[in-house]
């Protein structure tokens, strides 16, 4: 009977990992079981006791996790980095972006904005609204989804425009389009790392996986979701 490796991982790195899985799989006799939930749901139910063998989520969660004596000390290896984007609905115009001011000025059209209310992402775009000077003006306008299904919300029809991470949007074609990055100025990276558990059930089988993950061979594919190594 195959081993099955447990991979618990941020919403975020789904499209990324689902697609290597397979590759994995082929090459090796191991077999492995995915589940994924926003950042800081995984580590939350990795400290109630949740088991796993492989979790990928912000780096330091890792490195808290580590500190608790739930991922095994010099197992952390950064995985890649997602740049932050905004969606809308396949079809809609063309919206400019590229600039500070432009996206400061699409912010303030927009008859709605998605965001993620639980996740890493919703934090970092509410602050990014106080420090540009206009929450006051776009915060009534904000639409908080939870669940990870911020771009699906955009789908749906929920919100005018969605503020994910790019691998979501990229996820959730041909119903959503990328509108843009957000401006270099702007752009927050939210970073993630692979922690093996520090009980595994198969510690060379974890090992085997995580190099797979880390491995140039699989950067392009990485690239076509919308991680970026560093």
């Known amino acids: 009977m195959d081993q099955e490796i447990r991979i618990f991982g941020a919403v975020a790195v789904r499209p990324a990992v689902l697609a290597l899985i397979p590759r994995f799989e082929a090459a090796t006799a191991y077999t492995v079981a995915v ?30 996790l580590t500190a608790l004596g739930r991922v095994k000390p010099g197992s952390q290896v950064a995985f890649g980095r997602i740049s932050m984007g905004v969606a809308a609905k396949a079809g809609s115009r063309p919206l400019d972006i590229g600039s500070v001011k432009a996206f400061e000025h699409a912010l303030k059209s927009a008859r709605s904005i998605a965001y993620a209310a639980d996740g890493s992402s919703g934090g970092y775009f509410c602050d990014l609204l106080e420090r540009l000077g206009i929450a006051g003006e776009v915060k009534p306008r904000l639409v908080g989804i939870s669940g990870g299904q911020t771009a699906q919300a955009v789908a749906r029809g929920e919100a005018e425009l969605g503020v994910v991470p790019v ?12 509108v843009g990055r957000f401006p270099a100025e702007l752009q927050s990276y939210i970073d993630f790392a692979i922690g093996i558990s520090a009980d595994p059930r198969d510690t060379e089988a974890a090992k085997q996986l995580s190099e797979f993950l880390m491995s140039a061979d699989v950067d392009s594919s990485l690239a076509a979701t919308g991680i970026e190594r560093r």
């Open 167 to 178: 691998t979501s949007i990229l996820a959730a074609a041909p119903d959503v389009m990328l």
């Open 35 to 64: 589940k994924f939930e926003l950042n800081p749901t995984v580590k939350k139910q990795i400290e109630a006791g949740e088991a796993f063998d492989l979790v990928i989520i912000n780096q330091h969660m890792v490195q808290d």
